[in-house]
Each structure stands twice: as structure tokens, then as C-alpha cells.
């Protein structure tokens, strides 16, 4: 479980994943960008919770059994800051390969920052498919298992994400759960699409069991 220390350190390593809406910068990638047209699932998604707002001193969290998600993939070690900027890479890649993706980018978070040295993070810069493919080009192809995981949606810019991880701990504390794998954040909504930093939206998802 992430304490207090590694929140605050992952929100720092965090914080250059992803330029801003607003952002001056125009020489830098966004996690999410191509130059292809937005897909129609980054307009139609619907929470099914509310939407926790920062500063997250409220967190809207539940349970649920995730399905099957099979993935292609760009695996990183090294600070969490670069794992969002790969991911404009793996979908152009993916379709210059024809393949097609089924939805939203995701990442995927396998260390405590707090516990971990920057050089040894892992993560992996993901981007879901319907199915078994074959990619080249240093992408590879998972399968994220079906598991039971405390799940939670929250708005605002993804650097600041990390803040509803507190909340989400405590819900799993009061349910009697640990941490049972890496914790996945799902960008659902286009950084390309909006003018604010308020209407983007993340799910987070943290694998669970009970604690012994």
C-alpha cells in the first residue's frame, strides 16, 4: 500500500506526464495526442460514480470484477514522469501496424515510488485491443487478468490523479483489502479535446484481496 510519503513522491514524478490543455509548450507530447482523429470513445464515456473533484478530500469509490483486457504495450523502467509521453508513440505505432485500439489509453503502475528508486519504477504505456495481436516495432502484446478491483473516477489534470489514491486506501482499508497488483489509470478523456483542465477524466482501478 502507498503511504502518505509515496503519494507525494509519485505526484512529483508525475507531474511532467502530461502538457496541459492550456500548456505554452508546443514542442512536447501529450500522453494522449496523435495525429489522427479523436476516437468516438473518448466522446461517449459515462461514470457509473460520481466523480470525485480535487483536492480528492472526498473519494467515491467501489468495487467491481474487472473482464479480460487484452493490450499492446511499450514497458519502461525509470521515472513514472516518461511513462505518459509514450503513449502517443505506442498508438501511432499500432496504427501503422493496422492495428486497431478498443479504447482509451491506459498505464500501468507496478511500484511504490516511496519504496522504489526512480531508476527501478515499472510501468507500461498501454493501449486496449479487441484481441490476440502481433506487434512489432518494440511493442508487445498482454492480457490484463480479470480480478476484483476498488475503483474510483477522478477530474482534473492527470498529473494530480494520484491525490485520490489516499481515499481510495482508505476505502479498501475499511473493506479489510490490500493492494493485489499494479494500479491502473485510464485516461478517458482527450487532453486534445478540451480547454479545460476540469473536464478531463481518469478512472483508477487497484487490484484487491482480502488481508490475511
Excluded at 74 to 93: A, C, D, I, Q, W
Excluded at 112 to 122: Q, S
Excluded at 133 to 144: A, R, S, W
Amino acid at each position: 500500500m502507498l503511504t502518505r510519503l509515496s503519494i507525494t513522491v509519485l505526484l512529483g514524478l508525475c507531474s511532467a506526464c502530461f502538457v496541459t490543455p492550456d500548456s505554452d509548450a508546443t514542442d512536447q507530447d501529450t500522453s494522449a495526442q496523435t495525429d489522427a482523429p479523436i476516437p468516438q470513445y473518448w466522446h461517449t464515456f459515462q461514470p457509473d460514480l460520481p466523480t470525485s473533484q480535487p483536492p480528492f478530500s472526498e473519494v467515491h469509490a467501489n468495487w467491481k470484477q474487472r473482464i479480460d483486457q487484452p493490450y499492446v504495450y511499450v514497458e519502461f523502467v525509470g521515472s513514472y514522469t516518461e511513462t505518459g509521453r509514450l503513449l502517443p508513440m505506442v498508438h501511432r505505432s499500432m496504427l501503422e501496424q493496422g492495428i486497431e485500439p478498443s479504447g482509451p489509453p491506459f498505464a500501468l503502475y507496478f511500484d511504490d515510488p516511496g519504496r522504489t528508486p526512480v531508476e527501478n519504477l515499472r510501468s507500461r504505456a498501454c493501449v486496449p485491443v479487441d484481441g490476440r495481436v502481433t506487434p512489432d516495432g518494440g511493442l508487445d502484446f498482454d492480457l490484463l487478468p480479470s480480478t476484483t478491483v476498488v475503483y474510483a473516477y477522478a477530474s482534473g489534470p492527470y498529473p494530480e490523479v494520484p491525490r485520490a489514491y489516499a481515499g481510495m486506501y482508505g476505502y479498501m482499508s475499511d473493506n479489510s483489502w490490500v493492494e493485489n497488483g499494479p494500479i491502473r489509470e485510464t485516461y478517458l478523456v482527450s487532453p486534445g479535446a478540451v480547454t479545460s483542465f476540469d473536464e478531463l477524466l481518469t478512472e483508477i482501478q487497484i487490484p484487491v484481496t482480502y488481508a490475511r
